[in-house]
């Protein structure tokens, strides 16, 4: 659950292995080990998988703000206010943990991110110079030279001088530094420098409404903001024989756009068998780019998708679905369940679910724009991972074996551009969902974190949703 513990689990995995296998120490069982790590290796993770962490705790510093201090201590603090979430066991990381987020960062160009890990990972070096961990693969040297150069791209040459000076009293025969060196003094005597402006996050051009994205990620749960008289909780039989005996629990989350949220949607039983036939067949999550379709840094979770055929489970959901919508959840009127595991620091930046292009491919199914989504949370998170709707202002946290259902279309068909949502990181804790759009949609975050979506489409639903006397509605 703890994303530091992931982070360093991935890390030993990933480098802490073939460190074993190819130290002086392993020689006498070298056959053996060398075997050994060939059998496993496929399943270790890989590089990516390391680079992808580190970029995990890079999203769950920005997107709640969070201090590096405190990160690297173990503590998940923005400043002056309480912890967001309080792990059982306060673990730290190590030196070379925050060097390698660092190094991430500064191999794209990203100097706001790598200056303020490197900073700790120096910090942390110079406080247990001289004595030697084995899982090390960098050093104070490494962090001296990564961390001057990032301030030399960031303009403050005082600052890089002063970092290689002090690189200079470890290795002081380095030639590239002595040089650097020198072309910082003549920088520095001659004006020349860049003036250090205060360094700012890389630019997203897709998350132009990020401060407000990143506000309704971190509000506490339950603070639900506006239009709070008109809200109501019911039980709804919604003329359907099946919710007679057992109405359905509705929670009116919002009137425009219209978003309820129902309570005990399913029963844990329900969600552990959705998880676990869905557990095979994840695979990473891909987004519409175009005619095609492709992975996206914006979206970061696994999924599955899984007919109705697949067990009386997922045949009994669509069947809830369909009494508690009053919507044909039957495809081609609706796609699959899909189920989502959000793993660490996964995330679904702002988007709308419906196309907002005729090109894109959710048409190959021929049955029309995705006219709601609902989307039932399969595991409970400690920390993060609500839903937010960011042009809407407000947004709902993980409830375990809710549904969260809202129209993506107006009734008149057209895109309902109040809808924009997101899935924030999950910052604690493993997120599930499972879902569908024309209704489709679980999405989740990771096993223990799973959603279902059933997205919903247009065509089928004429008579369960027809079009009012006013076309703009
Ligand atoms: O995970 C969430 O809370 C939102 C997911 C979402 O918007 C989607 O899967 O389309
Ligand atoms: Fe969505």
Known sequence: DNPLLAFSLIKRLHSGWPNVVYSDEATRNTQALHAGL??????????EDLDGAARALMRLQDVYALSVKGLASGVFQRAGQPPLYSPGRRVPLSADDCFHVGKVAYDTGDYYHSIAWLEEAASLFRLSYGSWNLEDRSSLEDALDHLAFSYFMAGNISHALSLSREFLRYDPSNQRVSRNVAKYKKLLETGTGASASPLQRPNSTRLQSRDAYE?????????????LLQLSCSYETNSSPYLLLQPAKKELVRIQPYVALYHDFITDAEAETIKGLAGPWLQRSVVASGEKQQKAEYRISKSAWLKDTADPVVRALDARIAAVTGLDPRPPYAEHLQVVNYGLGGHYEPHFDHATSRKSPLYRMKSGNRIATIMIYLSAVEAGGSTAFIYANFSVPVVKNAALFWWNLRRNGNGDGDTLHAGCPVLAGDKWGAGNAQMPWITGKRIPDTMANKWIHEHGQEFRRPCSADPQD
């Open 38 to 47: 060939g059998e496993v290796e496929q399943e270790l993770p890989g590089a």
């Open 215 to 227: 506000e309704l990620c971190q509000r506490p749960r339950g603070q639900v903001g506006l239009q």
